[in-house]
């Protein structure tokens, strides 16, 4: 249910922008989104559609990037991908170093609205 102020925070952002270019209509919202997000795309699209009505970004499209979760080897310095729900301790793969700092995995941002 939390996707529901995320997504009055993302038509927000959205609105003030598209008013600012002058759009006619907003046709596409790119986001990206960390995969330790446990933000639901169909509910967050779902969302939006309900609270655009009537706005420019009315029938707008949210398109999601995941964005893998890295870490960084604090022996190495050698930047990795880890899959978080597979993986219970965490080592480099290039030197087995087992202190790793975390580099992102945790974003969210809006990365391109398409407008006419």
């Known amino acids: 249910m939390h996707e529901l102020p995320v997504t009055e925070n993302i038509l927000k952002v959205v609105l003030r922008h598209a008013e600012e270019a002058k759009a006619g209509k907003v046709v596409r919202v790119s986001l990206r989104i960390g995969e330790l997000s446990d933000i639901i795309e169909e509910w967050l699209q779902r969302y939006f559609d309900y609270l ?13 990037e995941r964005t893998p979760v890295i870490f960084r080897c604090e022996d190495c310095g050698e930047s990795f991908p880890v899959k978080v729900r597979e993986v219970h301790d965490i080592a480099c793969p290039s030197c087995g170093g087992g202190k790793a700092t975390f580099v992102s995995g945790r974003e969210f941002f809006i990365k391109n609205i398409e407008v006419i």
């Open 52 to 64: 655009s009505k009537g706005t420019l970004a009315e029938g707008a499209v949210l398109q999601v």
